[in-house]
């Protein structure tokens, strides 16, 4: 049984050949055994970490009008801000408030380089919702954006090496539009003697996520041999796994984990600004030809907790996992594609 996640020092990979093999042999196991570590030594300046919470802070400390004014509902890339109960994890509703920013790009011309310039994911493509109440926090989360994208292509590149493959086989997938997202979600405190959900039980969809909370605020639950590991915020590290790209990249191999949030206590709240590690829509993941021993320990791809499988190309994923995670976002701009994922449904009853 697990206790506490394992702590994983990038800082590590600077250091001498031995040193860095070593911790690229630790980032394995750790994310093959428990797919949940807490990473230290990212270099990462206090200055960022301490802004971009003071911003949220500040966002969230503004008026009702002034959020709604980029609620979500205003944009099809479901961009902007959700109000409390607004989306939905495994069909229940999660008790927090936040701001979605992806990538800043416009729906001009989305796709038109892709080998599939008429797939539906590029919808996702467009322009972010910015408060003018708080212009400072555009220039932040960019740089917020560009830090952690480096971070994470750096863990990317030992794990390929740990896998047995080259160096860069992942690097291909973000080389041209990565569509990385980063949340600023505050949980306002709505447990009593009856616990709720924060965020319900679900594995990440994509390939990398790195997690900042609050000093002193738990509520993150990681799932290890059926039992649930609390994961409290360390000082100076972020909170890392894998989402299932990265699982299928490896048959199975590393394991993207089931994880929850329980919401705070009345009275309380929590800030907490996961950021999403992600290729180009259009992009799969390549599979990797593992050596003979990691390949005889590789389990397979997880079934998902709603029986949905793991897509082959990212769009197809993050594209079915937004549509059911906000119902009024995709009642608004994507009622064909409902209706055609419907009729599918009706006729294969009838089949």
């Not at 796709?111 to 109440?133: K, T």
């Not at 390929?160 to 080259?166: F, I, N, Q």
């Not at 799932?223 to 048959?251: H, R």
């Amino acid at each position: 049984m697990v206790l506490s996640l394992p702590v994983l020092d990038i800082s590590r990979l600077n250091g001498s050949a031995a040193e860095a093999a070593a911790f690229r042999d630790d980032l394995r196991h750790v994310t093959h055994d428990v797919g949940f570590f807490y990473l230290t030594g990212h270099g990462i300046p206090q200055e960022l970490i301490d802004q971009i919470l003071g911003l949220a802070r500040r966002f969230f400390d503004l008026s009702e009008a002034e959020k709604l004014s980029i609620e979500n509902v205003n944009s099809p890339q479901f961009r902007g801000y959700t109000r409390v109960g607004g989306e939905l994890t495994a069909g229940g509703v999660d008790w927090r408030e936040q701001i979605d920013i992806g990538v800043e790009r416009t729906t001009e011309g989305a796709g038109s380089d892709s080998a599939d310039p008429e797939a539906e994911y590029w919808r996702l493509e467009g322009p972010n919702l910015w408060p003018e109440a708080l212009p400072e926090l555009e220039p932040v989360v960019e740089r917020w954006n560009a830090e952690l994208s480096a971070v994470s292509l750096k863990l990317l590149r030992a794990w390929a090496l740990s896998l047995g493959s080259p160096e860069d086989v992942f690097d291909e997938a973000f080389a041209d539009h990565p569509f990385s997202l980063i949340k600023i979600v505050r949980y306002p405190g709505e447990s009593d003697e009856t616990v709720k959900q924060g965020v319900g039980t679900h594995r990440d969809g994509g390939v990398l996520t790195l997690l900042l909370v609050e000093p002193g605020k738990g509520g993150l639950q990681v799932e290890y041999d059926g039992e649930w590991v609390e994961a409290p915020p360390m000082p100076g590290a972020f909170v890392v796994n894998i989402g299932e790209m990265l699982e299928l990249a490896t048959g199975g191999y590393l394991k993207a984990t089931l994880h929850r949030v329980q919401s705070p206590r009345v009275g309380s709240d929590r800030i907490s600004i996961p950021f999403f590690f992600n290729p180009g829509l259009d992009a799969r993941m390549p599979v990797l030809d593992l050596p003979d021993e990691l390949r005889a320990e590789a389990r397979g791809v997880s079934v998902d907790p709603t029986d949905n499988p793991i897509l082959e190309t990212y769009g197809d994923n993050v594209l079915r996992y937004r549509l059911r995670a906000h119902p009024n976002v995709a009642e608004i701009f994507y009622a064909d594609l409902l209706a055609a994922r419907d009729a599918l449904a009706a006729e294969a009853e009838q089949s």
